[in-house]
């Protein structure tokens, strides 16, 4: 008996490590080809911060020899678009570093944008690192086509149209950070009663933002998100 058990439980860690294997780095896999394609000689790609599934795009569509140009727009406080603009070059892919609030500006030398997910909801919105919803906004007031790459198991039941009555919150210390080492102006702020700090982790950018959604199963528009959930739910 204890033998049939421990083979049972043997069975059922690798059928889920089989489908963690094709839900994770397939996927992964099968975005990465399709988003590679999008990409043109004398392209001018922006990217939101890091993202190790953009950065692997960029990455083979390098190796396969096309020339582009990256434009990796950061905000603080974490500041990870360093690691991704650092990643890059050492490819040997040209990149320009700009903060969130020079986006404006940039956009109008950026032929496409691309952006991760975190989630994908149900009714088409995007989950984004704070400032995702930012970058589709400027690139749809100055008609750049909006891609969003996202593997299907992040789609997502749940119903969101903003990031404010549902959100996480990160460590409000961290953006007492400056560049020089100097004491933040809101560095009392536990002192005050009437200051807050509010480090918000994630906004959604509505679908009317998005051009293309890339997934793995096809390129889609965010309206086919209950489509692929429903689709997932049959396969259960």
């Not at 609030?101 to 704070?130: C, E, F, H, Q, R």
């Not at 690139?139 to 990031?163: G, L, M």
């Not at 210390?173 to 200051?195: F, Q």
Request: proline share 5%; aromatic share 6%; with cysteine.
């Amino acid at each position: 008996v204890r033998k049939q058990w421990y083979q049972r439980r043997v069975r059922g860690h690798s059928q889920t490590h089989s489908s963690c294997f094709q839900n994770i780095y397939l996927a992964g896999k099968s975005i990465t080809e399709k988003a590679v394609n999008r990409i043109v000689n004398g392209d001018t790609i922006l990217i939101f911060k890091k993202s190790q599934l953009i950065l692997h795009i960029l990455l083979e569509a390098k190796a396969q020899n096309k020339e582009f140009k990256v434009v990796v727009v950061d905000s603080r406080p974490d500041l990870s678009g360093v690691s991704s603009c650092e990643r890059l070059t050492a490819a040997g892919i040209p990149c320009s570093y700009v903060y969130i609030n020079s986006s404006t500006y940039i956009m109008k030398k950026v032929t496409k944008v691309m952006l991760a997910a975190d989630a994908l909801l149900a009714n088409g919105y995007v989950l984004g690192p704070v400032g995702t919803a930012m970058m589709g906004l400027i690139a749809n007031t100055y008609n750049k086509p909006v891609i969003v790459c996202c593997e299907t198991y992040k789609f997502c039941e749940r119903v969101q149209t903003d990031s404010i009555l549902y959100n996480e919150l990160a460590d409000p210390d961290s953006m007492l950070k400056t560049l020089n080492a100097e004491e933040s102006p809101v560095a009392g702020w536990r002192e005050s009663p009437n200051t807050r700090l509010v480090n918000l982790v994630y906004d959604t950018t509505p679908p009317a933002l998005v051009s293309i959604v890339i997934t793995e199963i096809a390129e889609l528009p965010c309206s086919s998100a209950p489509v692929v959930l429903r689709r997932g739910a049959v396969k259960m």
